[in-house]
């Protein structure tokens, strides 16, 4: 088990402007659409809590580059579908870091591509506690300090399969969906408090596990050959992804909660 209390072995800076800063945590934040999140982030003004399970090397180059963006950035070993090292890497951000005024929760694995009479119950517990449980675990715990911000955000990144619920996939499509009524009911509870939640919901994207979905359901070794046929003669990057919740937690949508954001070129598409 990781250990999310642990110091952080990465030094902390102090903040470039302590009145304009806010600390975002993403999980799954060192690799993929999360670390083009966080990256995004800091170059917005955000000091960010780098959240990984097991690739503490991509976490401290994701780390590496937010610094020499000017903020904070620490990198948190926690495996988030464990309630417990949940709540204990909510503690640790806000200790290291402050009060978290931007929650993304980036962090996901794919199911087995089986049909309902072959999936075990296992599976569908793994990725309901990954996806979904580790959201609520970190609502619970960040959003009281939250609420004493002058604003808070909180994003989920969801998928195109949350509306496709195409076969052999139980498993991600009960995930993804159980987590946008999440979103949906907290943004709900919590808009008095003048915090926004929001779902980004990508189709395929190119990133290690985009790139293993293609080769596992199509045989494609090279993700690139499906550019030609992509919206917009390309394959969805991480930081397409990173820009819209980049507006979405911007001033530009301070009148914005609520809602599911679709990043698919308009193609709807695998994710």
Same mark, same amino acid.
């Given at each position: 088990?990781?250990?999310?209390?642990?110091?952080?072995?990465?030094?902390?800076?102090?903040?470039?402007?302590?009145?304009?800063?806010?600390?975002?945590?993403?999980?799954?934040?060192?690799?993929?659409?999360?670390?083009?999140?966080? @990256? %995004?982030?800091? #170059?917005?003004?955000?000091?960010?809590? /780098?959240?990984?399970? +097991?690739?503490? &090397? *991509?976490? !401290?180059?994701?780390?590496?580059?937010?610094?020499? @963006? %000017?903020?904070? #950035?620490?990198?948190?070993?926690?495996? /988030?579908?464990?309630? +417990?090292?949940? &709540? *204990?890497? !909510?503690?640790?951000?806000?200790?290291?870091?402050?009060?978290?005024?931007?929650?993304?929760?980036?962090?996901?694995?794919?199911?087995?591509? +089986?049909?309902?009479?072959?999936?075990?119950?296992?599976?569908?517990?793994?990725?309901?506690?990954?996806?979904?449980?580790?959201?609520?675990?970190?609502?619970?715990?960040?959003?009281?300090?939250?609420?004493?911000?002058?604003?808070?955000?909180?994003?989920?990144?969801?998928?195109?399969?949350?509306?496709?619920?195409?076969?052999?996939?139980?498993?991600?499509?009960?995930?993804?969906?159980?987590?946008?009524?999440?979103?949906?009911?907290?943004?709900?509870?919590?808009?008095?408090?003048?915090?926004?939640?929001?779902?980004?919901?990508?189709?395929?994207?190119?990133?290690?596990?985009?790139?293993?979905?293609?080769?596992?359901?199509?045989?494609?070794?090279?993700?690139?050959?499906?550019?030609?046929?992509?919206?917009?003669?390309?394959?969805?990057?991480?930081?397409?992804?990173?820009?819209?919740?980049?507006?979405?937690?911007?001033?530009?949508?301070?009148?914005?909660?609520?809602?599911?954001?679709?990043?698919?070129?308009?193609?709807?598409?695998?994710?």
């Amino acid at each position: 088990m990781t250990d999310p209390t642990a110091t952080p072995d990465l030094p902390i800076a102090p903040p470039a402007d302590p009145r304009s800063s806010r600390v975002a945590l993403v999980t799954g934040g060192g690799r993929g659409i999360g670390r083009a999140i966080a @990256l %995004g982030l800091a #170059a917005d003004g955000c000091d960010v809590a /780098v959240n990984y399970r +097991r690739d503490g &090397e *991509a976490a !401290a180059e994701t780390v590496a580059a937010i610094e020499g @963006l %000017g903020r904070r #950035a620490v990198a948190f070993p926690a495996s /988030v579908d464990d309630p +417990r090292e949940a &709540e *204990a890497l !909510a503690a640790a951000v806000v200790a290291a870091l402050g009060p978290v005024g931007v929650l993304v929760h980036s962090a996901g694995i794919a199911s087995r591509g +089986r049909t309902v009479v072959d999936t075990e119950l296992d599976e569908v517990e793994r990725l309901m506690r990954t996806h979904v449980y580790s959201a609520f675990v970190l609502c619970k715990h960040l959003l009281p300090a939250m609420r004493t911000l002058p604003r808070g955000d909180v994003v989920f990144v969801s998928s195109v399969a949350a509306r496709h619920l195409a076969a052999n996939a139980a498993p991600y499509n009960l995930a993804k969906t159980a987590l946008e009524a999440l979103a949906m009911t907290v943004a709900k509870e919590e808009r008095a408090a003048g915090i926004h939640v929001n779902v980004v919901a990508p189709g395929l994207v190119n990133t290690e596990m985009g790139r293993r979905l293609v080769k596992g359901a199509l045989g494609v070794d090279d993700i690139g050959t499906l550019a030609a046929g992509a919206p917009f003669g390309r394959v969805c990057r991480p930081e397409d992804v990173a820009d819209v919740v980049r507006f979405l937690v911007s001033d530009r949508a301070g009148y914005v909660t609520g809602q599911v954001v679709a990043v698919d070129g308009g193609g709807g598409g695998r994710g």
